[in-house]
């Protein structure tokens, strides 16, 4: 097969569907068959190719930003152009293709919790997020909970939809028993610390957790901060006006953190902090489990298939809970114990590999069982 992936988000913001392509396709490249060609679609293929250095990778550049051309007119010829026999996008294909289509939709919170969305999915979006669903010859999703709401709101045939979850390298993100010189001071971490991951948008849920830590703050006796690690996203000024009110110095933004810094972050930290109101997967968890940080996390959308009995649950809704939970996560030295040793084991159970193996199936099913 000559399989070509549309991988445009790898030049784009730090999110969980940049992490999932760059992951999948170093697994892949790994991975396929000795019949099998990868050709990498980007809008910067030279930046591309220095993140995914893989000698067997075809790259070409994508073009232009503008979806309302690239989609239904440079993609399809492309794809022609370069006799693929499947093509792989995300969320988004092309309207019409020569080729079988397979698509990965992470997640369709954007329909099931649009209050969490405000303004950050166009009507437009979402409609052509429903038709790609409908006409893909496969599509693949990260967890039974996606799964279950792609079935349902879309009404796929169960045939068709896949689940491949996210995987995690545990060579990368694992315990650490030394620090790594300069990353404390690189970021300003003196102290102790809770660590937040991910875009500052109302999903996340930050101003309830910026509340309830200051509230587990005050009854520890001050000394450990909230660490906020993430890009601005829709609605972030909320947050922002949430950290000032509350003592000096005790939160503090990172900003979008570099792949390489991490681990060191998760190693650091004195627990990941993850009180999402939704998730359809939820990396940053699987990642700190793999790191051995102990986790506290809400039990809503696929968090609970990730975390398993690794991760402290409590409602992101109540901050009085969320502040018990920080304070127990923080002072309870059996329960970080348990966590620690958990968290590992919990994370074995995700593997790229995997994700690669069920995402050449889709490959393999579209090519050859499509009608």
Known sequence: MRIGIDAHHVNGKPQGSRTYLLELIKALSNLRFANDELVIY????EKTEALLPAKNLAHRRVFPRSARIRLPFVVPALALR???????????????????????????????????????????SVRLIR????????????????????????QLPPEKVLVTPNGVDRDVFRPISTEPPGIRARYGLDGPF???????????????????????????????????????????????????????????????VSDSDLPALYNLAEALAYPSLVEGFGIPVLEAMACGTPVLASPRGALPEVGGDAVLWTDPEDEEA???????????????????????????????????????????RAVFDSP
Request: proline share 5%.
């Open 42 to 45: 980007s809008f910067l293929p």
């Open 82 to 124: 370069d006799r693929l026999s499947v093509l792989h996008s995300q969320y988004i294909a092309p309207p019409f293709s020569l080729v079988p289509d397979v698509v990965t939709i992470h997640d369709i919170l954007f329909e099931t919790h649009p209050e969490l969305f405000e303004g950050a999915f166009s009507e437009r």
């Open 131 to 154: 038709r790609t669903a409908r006409r893909a010859a496969m599509v693949l999703t990260v967890s039974e909970f996606s799964r279950r709401a792609l079935a349902e709101r879309y």
């Open 194 to 256: 809770v660590l937040a991951v991910g875009r500052l948008e109302p999903r996340k849920n930050l101003p309830r957790l910026i509340r309830a830590f200051s509230r587990a703050r005050e009854k520890l006796g001050g000394g450990v901060r909230l660490v906020i690690a993430g890009q601005e996203d829709f609605r972030s000024r909320e947050v922002f006006q949430e950290a000032e009110r509350q003592a000096e110095g005790s939160v503090v933004f990172l900003g979008a």
């Open 322 to 364: 969320l502040a018990s939970g920080i304070e127990r996560i923080l002072t309870d030295s059996e329960l970080r114990a348990r966590l620690r040793a958990a968290g590992p084991s919990r994370a074995e159970r995700f593997d790229w590999k995997e994700t690669a193996r069920g995402t050449l199936e889709a490959y393999r």
